[in-house]
């Protein structure tokens, strides 16, 4: 069974960086489109952005397009989000999965707050 540990949350002033790591166990992580979401308190599970198996496709959306790059180190069965120029609307707690069909075993999350 797939399994996912986020790391590299934190707190962060606005304008910060952070940079997130997700490494993955079980499954077919060399043949997944990997993705990381976020869920801000009172709100839905939103996709951030989403990386193709040879890293070729990209997506991001408009919140965070310019800002975050999402990466994947297929020998490490890792995932990365590097976060620029946060905003307070970046808070929420940020998971990797897969996508388009996520696995229904989400990781803990990493928490990430942005504030002065």
């Known amino acids: 069974q797939v399994q996912f540990v986020e790391s590299g949350g934190g707190l962060a002033q606005p304008g910060g960086s952070l940079r997130l790591s997700c490494v993955v166990s079980?499954?077919?992580?060399?043949?997944?489109?990997m993705a990381w979401y976020r869920q801000a308190p009172g709100k839905q599970r939103e996709l951030v952005a989403s990386v193709s198996p040879g890293s070729s496709t990209i997506t991001y959306a408009d919140s965070v397009r310019g800002r975050f790059t999402i990466s994947r180190d297929n020998a490490r069965w890792t995932v990365y989000l590097q976060m620029d120029s946060l905003k307070p609307d970046d808070t929420a707690v940020y998971y990797c999965n897969q996508t388009p069909k996520p696995s229904q075993n989400w990781g803990q999350g990493t928490q990430v707050t942005i504030s002065s």
């Open positions: 079980g499954g077919a992580f060399g043949f997944a489109i």
